[in-house]
Structures are given as C-alpha cells and as structure tokens.
C-alpha cells in the first residue's frame, strides 16, 4: 500500500490537467482480481460515456486504411530503409557568416548537418541524466586540469620526469579543489575508489616517454586560440583551446589529450576518415608537428602524428591539409543551400540525442 500510495503520489504531481486510475479486473487467465487496499479506498468510477465514432486508428486496425494513410507508411518506412527524401532537412536557416565555429562543430556537421542544426542553431537540448558515477566528459575534464596544474610550474624549462611523478599527488589535490569549488566535479558516491583510479592512470601516462620527449620545452598550457582562413567564397573562423604547446627538434608542436583511443574523425561517405582537429591547430599557430596522446592507453600512448614535420611512409601533409581545405569549402557551400540533411550512420546515430526529429535513424529499421 506504501509502494502504492507513493506512486500516486508521483503521478499528482506529474499529471498535467486530470489523472485517471484503472486496474485490471481480470488476471490473464481470466480469473477475478480484488482491488488492491488503495484502490478500493477510492469510489467506483461513473459510468462510461457511449462508444466514440470509428476513429482513422480504430479503421487501420480493421484494415481500412486510406490512401493518404498508406502514403505516410510508405514514407515512414522508407526512413527506416534509410532513403531521405529531397526535402528532408531543407530547412529555411540563416547560419552568420561570422559563426565562429569549433573542430568538435565541423566533425559534428561533417557527420550530420541535421545533427549539427538540432543542437547548434535550433539549439534543442537533450534530456539531462543523473550522473552516479563520473561521466566520461567530466572524467576528461579533470585530466586536462590535473595535467595543466602539474606543468605550470614547468614552463620555459626542461622538466625532470622524475620531478613530474612526485610533483603529480599535490597537483592532482590541486586540480581536485579548483572543480570542486567550481561545480564542475559533482558530490558523487564512488568518488574516494575513482579518485585513486584516475591519480594511478595519470601516474602511468607521466611515466610514459611520449609524455614529454627528452629535449622537450613546454611553451603554453590551454591555449585559446581564433584564427581565420580564406576561402574560395570569403572568410572562416574557427576557435578552439589547445592542451600544450611546445618546442621540440622539429620546431612547435601542438599536443592534444584524449582519454581513451578515441580521436574526433570526420567518416566520409567512401568509408575512409578525415581528421581536422590538429590540422586546424597547426595551421592557427603555424605549428610543424601534431601528435595525440591517450592517458588511459598503457600499450601506446601515441596516437598519431600529423603535420609538416610527421615524414612517416604514407603520411603527405599536403595531401592531409588539402582534404581539410575541401572540406571547409564544401561546409560554406551546403550551409549557404540550407542543406541540413540527414546522413545517417551508424558513427553518426550511436550518440544522436535528435534520432526522434529525423526520424531516419541508423540500425532502427
């Protein structure tokens, strides 16, 4: 009666206008239930009004279905199959030519126009979650700063990975105290046991020799940066923060922490990918080295390299700069159209918070 009483009262106070109760009087095989103790303290409900008129619904179920009813169904089910029609995502949209935009933003147009205008123009927000244990951003979040409040101190010198490792434990408490105050490291449950999960994965990524190369200068932490290219049909901004730069043997280099493996690539409609982080970074700074390091990965550290200086068999910076430029020009070209098409993937659907707005939804057919 408790568990009861408790879920009507959840449902009084969701209710938007008039709850109605029901029960069902009859178990499945077709024996007579009692009400339960609460609902028998309620009256019996008054009669029910006479039988509304055959609705369209109550028609399909018969199997009279109409033929604008059939059209809707075919339409639906192509979205199933994945087949967009030419007006899906056409939508009257005045994106500024001075719109600033991020890496993370074009990948994100790049992999889903329809996407990007949900939640960048419309600006729709997902359902938020209750957060039990440190979400995966969050958890990035506290790398970066344990990580910048560790070299700090180190800037314009040649850091010992010696003195890192035993300077890591008060910056990890620094970091700790500074989002704490902030709000952006939420009270959570298992923090004590996940506290020293994170404190050992950093002290393995600081140890690591692809942390700092010998012969390394940390230069700046957290750099913002706004840059500005030409194109063919005027100008592009785009901003972002950078995690490090440097200088080492083989001029400035950008490093970008990941977490994990995972590296924001653009997957293109052949299947191959293009990635435009570092690119964007090295041609802001006129940088001659990208590299990508992971924290949590213990086998390779190293991502992958990029830029001017990277001279491995395969890799052209050119060819890679190039790539990048086209991708820019096609980005001006679409959303001067007003094309915010869906193009669904499974790279593109796995994480979409806007699958029920396109309704063309990759694996959902």
Request: aromatic content about 8%.
């Amino acid at each position: 009666m408790h568990t009861e009483r408790a879920y009507l009262h959840a449902c009084l106070n969701a209710a938007g206008s008039q709850l109605h109760l029901s029960r069902p009087l009859f178990d499945l095989k077709g024996k007579s239930l009692e009400g339960s103790p609460l609902s028998r303290m309620f009256q019996s409900a008054p009669a029910l009004p006479p039988p509304l008129p055959v609705t369209e619904v109550e028609a399909g179920l018969t199997g009279e279905v109409g033929e604008h009813v059939q059209m809707r169904a075919s339409l639906e089910l192509s979205r199933q199959k994945l087949q967009v029609s030419g007006h899906h995502g056409q939508v009257q949209v005045k994106v500024p030519q001075n719109h600033l935009w991020s890496p993370s933003q074009l990948v994100k147009f790049g992999s889903c126009r329809f996407h990007w205008m949900a939640e960048k123009v419309l600006k729709l927000l997902p359902f938020p979650e209750v957060e039990k244990t440190l979400q995966r951003a969050t958890e990035g979040t506290f790398y970066h700063k344990v990580l910048e409040e560790l070299l700090r101190p180190h800037l314009g010198i040649r850091p010992n990975p010696r003195t890192l490792l035993l300077e890591l434990p008060g910056a990890f408490e620094r970091a700790e105290n500074v989002l704490l105050e902030n709000g952006e490291l939420p009270p959570l449950p298992h923090w004590p046991f996940q506290h020293h999960e994170l404190l050992e994965n950093l002290k393995n990524f600081v140890k690591s020799h692809y942390f700092m190369l010998q012969g390394t200068l940390p230069q700046q932490l957290e750099v913002p940066i706004e840059h500005t290219l030409q194109l063919k049909n005027g100008p592009f901004s785009y901003r972002g923060i950078v995690d490090r730069i440097e200088q080492t043997k083989h001029g400035t280099t950008v490093i970008d922490y990941k977490s994990r493996n995972y590296i924001s690539e653009l997957r293109r409609p052949d299947g191959s990918k293009l990635e435009l982080q570092l690119p964007l970074y090295l041609m802001a700074v006129g940088g001659q080295l990208g590299r990508y390091l992971s924290i949590l990965n213990r086998e390779k550290h190293l991502l992958r390299t990029v830029g001017p200086a990277h001279t491995d068999k395969g890799y052209v910076w050119e060819d890679h700069k190039k790539e990048v430029m086209d991708f820019l020009e096609d980005t001006v070209e679409q959303l001067s159209q007003g094309n915010f098409q869906p193009t669904p993937s499974e790279s593109a659907c796995k994480y979409c918070d806007y699958g029920s707005l396109c309704r063309v939804r990759a694996g959902q057919a």
